[in-house]
């Protein structure tokens, strides 16, 4: 079993709709979470930066983090065809030199 | 644009070679990080320096190594090339905590 699962996808949603999307962990240490975009053969876009529990905002973009139940979700409100991308939850924790451990990604696809 | 480069963009060698990779960090960053992205195994990490020591280390193989230079740029040496080292290999920068930006990514393509 991978430490950081996500569902692969893809996740088809017309545009306007809001996007969930999910990642479970099973490791307790981990204390910073965070989500990337990443385009067709492009690097990973940092979109959101948390640290342990509670919601943070950005724009459209909502992230929470449920440590208690070991869940991150990433919500994209009023979504856009530009949206469109592969979207990678990532976490660390402080005793291991902040190296990420990624989820393998959910491929998003926005339709106007 | 993160400000985080790599280069070259696209290498393909033969099995066997040995090859290069560079990345310079964003401005003011003094961590850099190596990744690697290949269809099977996702984006795994390989190595971490900071200010010119090595910080951390993930499952990079014998065969690669990696240096962090005085003016904070980086390489990552990949020798006795195998074609499944073929894949995309990222450079990250930070100031040293989680919160990392990623480089465009260097396509790794070994015949």
């Known amino acids: 079993q991978k430490e950081v699962e996500q569902d692969p996808g893809p996740l088809s949603v017309p545009e306007g709709a809001i996007v969930s999307l999910n990642c479970t962990y099973s490791?307790?240490?981990?204390?910073?979470f965070m989500w990337y975009r990443q385009y067709s053969r492009k690097g990973p876009e940092l979109l959101m930066y948390?640290?342990?529990?509670g919601n943070k905002e950005d724009g459209r973009f909502t992230a929470q983090v449920d440590k208690s139940s070991k869940y991150i979700s990433l919500f994209i409100r009023d979504s856009q065809p530009s949206d469109s991308a592969t979207y990678l939850c990532a976490m660390s924790d402080d005793n291991a030199g902040n190296m990420l451990t990624f989820g393998g990604g959910t491929r998003l696809m926005v339709k106007p | 644009d993160s400000g985080v480069t790599q280069t070259p963009k696209h290498l393909i060698t033969a099995t066997g070679q040995r090859v290069t990779l560079r990345c310079s960090p964003r401005?003011?960053?003094?961590?850099v990080y190596w990744y690697q992205q290949s269809l099977d195994q996702g984006l795994q990490f390989l190595i971490q320096y900071y200010n010119g020591e090595e910080r951390a280390k993930g499952n990079i193989l014998e065969r690669f190594s990696a240096q962090q230079f005085p003016d904070l740029h980086s390489e990552l040496n990949l020798s006795s090339l195998e074609l499944g080292d073929s894949a995309l290999y990222f450079c990250a920068s930070g100031t040293g905590g989680s919160e990392q930006y990623f480089g465009p990514g260097t396509r790794l393509t070994v015949t």
């Open positions: 948390t640290y342990s529990s």
């Open positions: 490791n307790s240490a981990f204390q910073y």
């Open positions: 401005s003011g960053d003094l961590s």
